[in-house]
């Protein structure tokens, strides 16, 4: 079957960084996709990673290993708005398969 | 300009009634979605349209049933409610169509709506 694994809840502190992991379980696989969703919002995309290695935008950076139907998410120079859920997303030909997503407290 | 559109942003109904969710979206994009989200956030796609045309039906009652009128219009009909069905519903689009392999995938989600059944 399919699934994906990432944490249910993430703390860090303001100004640090911190990492959202993501394995992935699929019979297809085209790419990894992460999503930011505030208490009340929609989700909104942040990334996509298709290939092996790293892809940086701004403070925020996907990272994904397909070897190890692995991935992560970085966040920098964490501010107190990153404070949200994030999910995970795998496509599988027509369907996309979101995590349960992962919540962002950030500490003062 | 809105992108993805929904309406009502707030529903609330008794068990048995049939109600209808719109959406549109200005993009442009062939393909949408409709995604159910529960009170635990977990985020499950119900159908997806491409083009006007079905794509994707998961194990989803069949009191739901999906309407396009046209590639830039999903509307989601449900028929005799049920408590259960309280959840908030999203609608996107994506212009990657019917196969991710290229491009960034992305997905542009609306607003929600959020269903409260009593």
């Known amino acids: 079957g399919q699934s994906l694994e990432q944490p249910s809840e993430v703390t860090a502190v303001e100004g640090a960084i911190v990492q959202i992991n993501c394995t992935y379980q699929t019979s297809g696989f085209y790419g990894l996709s992460w999503y930011q969703q505030h208490d009340g919002g929609a989700p909104t995309f942040l990334s996509y990673?298709?290939?092996?290695g790293l892809e940086e935008t701004g403070r925020f950076s996907s990272f994904l290993s397909r070897s190890d139907s692995y991935g992560y998410l970085l966040l920098q120079e964490l501010q107190m708005k990153d404070s949200a859920s994030y999910f995970c997303?795998?496509?599988?030909?027509?369907?996309?398969?979101f995590g349960k997503g992962t919540r962002l407290h950030i500490l003062p | 300009d809105t992108a993805v559109s929904q309406t009502p942003k707030y529903l609330v109904t008794q068990m048995g009634n049939d109600k209808s969710i719109k959406c549109e979206q200005n993009l442009g994009h062939d393909t949408m979605y409709w995604y159910k989200q529960d009170s635990k956030k977990f985020l499950k796609i119900m159908f997806s349209y491409n083009n006007k045309e079905l794509i994707i039906n998961e194990t989803v009652p069949n009191r739901f049933s999906p309407k396009s009128p046209d590639k830039a219009h999903l509307n989601l009909h449900i028929n005799s409610l049920e408590l259960g069905d309280s959840a908030v519903y999203f609608c996107?689009?994506?212009?990657?169509?019917?196969?991710?392999?290229?491009?960034?995938?992305?997905?542009?989600f609306g607003p929600g709506t959020r269903l409260t059944v009593l």
């Open positions: 990673n298709a290939l092996d």
């Open positions: 997303a795998v496509r599988e030909d027509d369907k996309i398969i």
């Open positions: 996107a689009s994506s212009p990657t169509g019917t196969s991710g392999r290229y491009g960034t995938d992305t997905q542009y």
